[in-house]
């Protein structure tokens, strides 16, 4: 599988942006996806993700009811809408493909995802 990530920019504190990552392979629909972000001198992160089919979806404390992960299995296609905007939201966001069935907590694990996308930038001005 092959992942690209689009979408980042530069954005106001409040703003939103909306993150898509497009997969190759026919297998898309059985992989769960993930978004990860990295801020200069950090540690990647966990984001978000979604299951295969779309029913169960995960959030980090910090972007809960701020962000939303979709997903289009027919467009081999994940999106992730990210509103009200933070300073703190300014990283590289990856998006990542997992090929096995994981427990609830494997999902927020950067080392239980296969493959990867090359990163978005997104910079947040306050």
């Known amino acids: 599988v092959q992942l690209q990530a689009s979408g980042g920019g530069l954005v106001q504190a409040g703003d939103s942006l909306r993150l898509s990552c497009a997969a190759s392979?026919?297998?898309?629909?059985?992989?769960?996806m993930g978004w990860f972000r990295q801020a200069p001198g950090k540690e990647r992160e966990f984001v978000a993700a979604i299951r295969w089919n779309g029913g169960t979806t995960y959030y980090a404390d910090s972007v809960k009811g701020r962000f939303t992960i979709s997903r289009d299995n027919a467009k081999n296609t994940v999106n992730l809408q990210m509103n009200s905007l933070k300073a703190e939201d300014t990283a590289v966001y990856y998006c990542a493909a997992d090929s096995r069935p994981r427990q609830r907590y494997e999902v927020r694990l950067a080392n239980a995802y296969d493959y990867w996308g090359q990163g978005t930038q997104v910079t947040v001005s306050s």
């Open positions: 392979g026919r297998t898309f629909s059985s992989y769960g």
